[in-house]
């Protein structure tokens, strides 16, 4: 018997294009010398139960999708102490974290780099119990995703975001803000949070300034904008971003492995793209290489990445048939 792989891919995903690749992407593993059990999603949350069920009993989760997916592939595997490896085909509009990570756009190039590829450890973000890979968000915009419907999205791809931002921008609004990091603490009015381990944010790379992104350092790159107050402060934010001015009385910007933030009232987050719900406090913590995924031979990524034990584990003693 060969390797065992849950390949766990949602149908709905960018334009359905997996349907016409399925045969090839299962050829693909088969001949890589993996055991494939093959799951389409069926209801939101789907890929988080079937990988917390299969993770102990697998030796890799593949997972075809947007950021969603592979969000929801990744919090059922935190729930194990012992966690296979990933693979990740994006099928999404934007896939910010599959860009990050250098992972082609191509299904079939992306199969064959999970055959071919090095293992990589990266961070992982917890949540107030759940966890996220790449961003949580607060503020203008960070719901649009969410809210963009579907169908939207395959059909117009991008820009359906754009079209579903541009709806809020007259509509700033204005959060009252307490942020605790590293003995510090921060009192401010923002319109947006980003805490985020990624080069790109919703497609644009800008928002994260300049600083030199690494996915497995321990630390979040946090970004605080202050809420404008007329039309010439809006424009003095958007000139900054273009010109990636970090170091402006609009922006906080820090590095962070842990931060603690309450409002006022509650405030809807994102959580990699997903509603996160509305919270009043909120407890954010990096946990280091928690996670291996496979990433295309590049010397950039550590080749012997380290996986510590997860605070969170359910392991299960009853092993589901292949």
């Known amino acids: 018997m060969g390797k065992k792989m849950l390949f766990v891919f949602n149908p709905h995903s960018g334009k359905a294009q997996i349907k016409n690749k399925l045969y090839d992407l299962v050829d693909i593993f088969t001949k890589g010398g993996y055991d494939v059990l093959v799951h389409p999603t069926q209801y939101g949350g789907d890929a988080k139960d079937i990988a917390k069920e299969y993770a102990p009993y697998c030796d890799m989760i593949v997972c075809s999708g947007g950021d969603g997916t592979i969000n929801e592939v990744v919090s059922g595997v935190m729930e194990h102490q012992n966690r296979p490896l990933l693979g990740y085909i994006p099928s999404g509009t934007v896939n910010d974290f599959a860009s990050s990570l250098g992972l082609s756009g191509d299904m079939i190039k992306a199969a064959h780099a999970i055959i071919e590829g090095q293992p990589f450890a990266y961070d992982v973000g917890g949540f107030n119990g759940r966890y996220f890979n790449y961003i949580a968000a607060f503020g203008l915009f960070t719901d649009v995703s969410y809210q963009t419907p579907q169908q939207a999205k395959n059909v117009w791809g991008r820009l359906a975001y754009l079209m579903e931002g541009a709806k809020q921008i007259w509509n700033i609004p204005s959060y009252q803000t307490r ?38 350092d321990g630390a979040f790159e946090v970004t605080l904008i202050r809420t404008p107050k007329n039309l010439i402060d809006i424009q003095n934010i958007i000139n900054a971003l273009l010109k990636k001015e970090e170091d402006c009385e609009w922006f906080y910007s820090f590095s962070a492995k842990d931060l603690k933030i309450s409002f006022e009232n509650p405030v809807p987050w994102t959580l990699d793209g997903e509603y996160g719900g509305d919270q009043l406090e909120v407890s954010i913590t990096n946990y280091q290489r928690a996670v291996q995924i496979v990433v295309p031979n590049q010397p950039t990524f550590t080749e012997l990445p380290v996986v510590p034990e997860s605070d969170f584990f359910d392991d299960d003693d009853d092993e589901p048939e292949f």
Do not use: A, C, P, T
């Open 179 to 216: 942020v605790e990091y590293d003995g510090k603490v921060i009192e401010d009015y923002f319109f947006v949070g980003l805490i985020s381990n990624s080069i790109s944010v919703g497609g644009f790379r800008s928002i994260v300034g300049n600083r030199n992104v690494l996915l497995d």
